[in-house]
């Protein structure tokens, strides 16, 4: 794996990242997107004071929400968003941290497939564990929502 500086992983959204799509070749999902790809938007995450439960709060309520909502991979997703953006924001009674909100709206605007979608959970997994997991080792803890 390539050195990235912080600088680098900070530059590397998903409009970047995802330009190649969510699968390999052979319709699997990208190995990066729970490697490197998540590191860069744990890194975001942290630059954006994110917390780790609305972290992961959100991509547990987006897991829950999606299977509940039909229509095409993109209508889905969008809507699911929606709901798991409502759901936390009630949860936390805050807004929305606008770090996350940016992520999974990037990587939404890029979904086209049900494969597509598989992959993106597995990425919203590995973003929140390793998110958590810099946070917790980070001497200056971002706040609770």
Known sequence: MADFSRDDLLALKPSLFLEGGYLTP???PRPELADIFATAVAVQLQDGEASPQEVAATCEALKQALPLHGGDPKTRLRDALQEAF???????NV?????IVE?????AARVQTSRD???LLLHTRAVS???ALFVTLSPQQSPTP
């Open 95 to 99: 807004d929305n941290n606008a770090t």
């Open 103 to 107: 992520w999974l709206d990037d990587c």
């Open 86 to 92: 409502e759901i936390v924001g009630q949860m936390y």
């Open 117 to 119: 979608l598989d992959a």
């Open 129 to 131: 564990r390793q998110h």
């Open 26 to 28: 052979h319709g699997e």
